[in-house]
Structure formats: structure tokens, C-alpha cells
């Protein structure tokens, strides 16, 4: 079994990234767990989003503070999903039907094949 680590995103990531992104969008993907990677036409704006999000003061209303962190294969530095830990569950949709944790998984096939 591939070992995996859990990475702060940073911009030598960029490429996987936008890479994961594309595929979450061809294949209709929720994005739970990105961190709002959906939304951002740029690693560079995500990442500012994501530093929005990691403080209380700063994350956008209806929203709850969390970290996002990349999933990446270690053999070959390849980003296989992303988990966002949520500090608190304090939500009307969190607390009934999430958690504190969010998560998305690229295709096995991609993730094998290196597509």
C-alpha cells in the first residue's frame, strides 16, 4: 500500500492542484472537503481563501474556520484528495448532516494510471 501525508497547500502544488480541480469538475463533484477550490480560477486565490477560512475572524458568514490540507502519494508526489478539518461543527447543516471532517478522493483510475 502507497504511504500518503497530509500537506498544507502552497503554490508547488499548483499544478496537481488545478489538475484535481478539473477533474472534480468534468466528473460533476461536490468538492466537499476543497476548501471552496470550486470557486477559485487560481491556486494563488485559493490559497488566500483557505487562509480567510483558518481564522474564526476572518471566515465568511455561514461559514465554519477549518484547514485544508492536500492528500499527496509520496512515491511519486501526487495529490489523490484533500480533507478540510473543520474546528467546530457549529452549523445548522454541519451538526445535523457533516461533521468535522470533509473530504474528496480523485478517481481511482486517475490516481492509478497518473493521468
Given at each position: 500500500?502507497d504511504e500518503?501525508?497530509?500537506i498544507?497547500?502552497?503554490?508547488?502544488?499548483?499544478d496537481e492542484i488545478?489538475?484535481?480541480?478539473?477533474?472534480?469538475?468534468d466528473a460533476?463533484?461536490s468538492?466537499?472537503?476543497?476548501?471552496?477550490?470550486?470557486?477559485c480560477?487560481?491556486?494563488?486565490?485559493?490559497l488566500?481563501?483557505?487562509?480567510e477560512y483558518e481564522?474564526?475572524?476572518?471566515?465568511?458568514?455561514?461559514?465554519?474556520?477549518?484547514h485544508?490540507?492536500?492528500?499527496?502519494?509520496?512515491?511519486d508526489?501526487?495529490?489523490?484528495?484533500?480533507i478540510?478539518?473543520?474546528?467546530?461543527?457549529?452549523?445548522p447543516?454541519?451538526?445535523?448532516w457533516?461533521?468535522?471532517?470533509g473530504?474528496s478522493?480523485?478517481?481511482w483510475?486517475t490516481?492509478?494510471?497518473?493521468?
Amino acid at each position: 500500500m502507497d504511504e500518503i501525508r497530509l500537506i498544507e497547500p502552497t503554490m508547488d502544488y499548483a499544478d496537481e492542484i488545478m489538475g484535481f480541480r478539473q477533474e472534480m469538475m468534468d466528473a460533476g463533484d461536490s468538492f466537499a472537503g476543497c476548501g471552496g477550490l470550486r470557486n477559485c480560477a487560481s491556486v494563488r486565490e485559493w490559497l488566500e481563501t483557505l487562509r480567510e477560512y483558518e481564522d474564526a475572524a476572518t471566515c465568511p458568514p455561514g461559514a465554519v474556520s477549518s484547514h485544508t490540507y492536500l492528500v499527496v502519494r509520496l512515491r511519486d508526489n501526487r495529490v489523490v484528495g484533500m480533507i478540510d478539518r473543520r474546528h467546530h461543527i457549529e452549523h445548522p447543516i454541519l451538526g445535523l448532516w457533516g461533521g468535522h471532517m470533509g473530504y474528496s478522493v480523485r478517481t481511482w483510475r486517475t490516481v492509478e494510471t497518473g493521468a
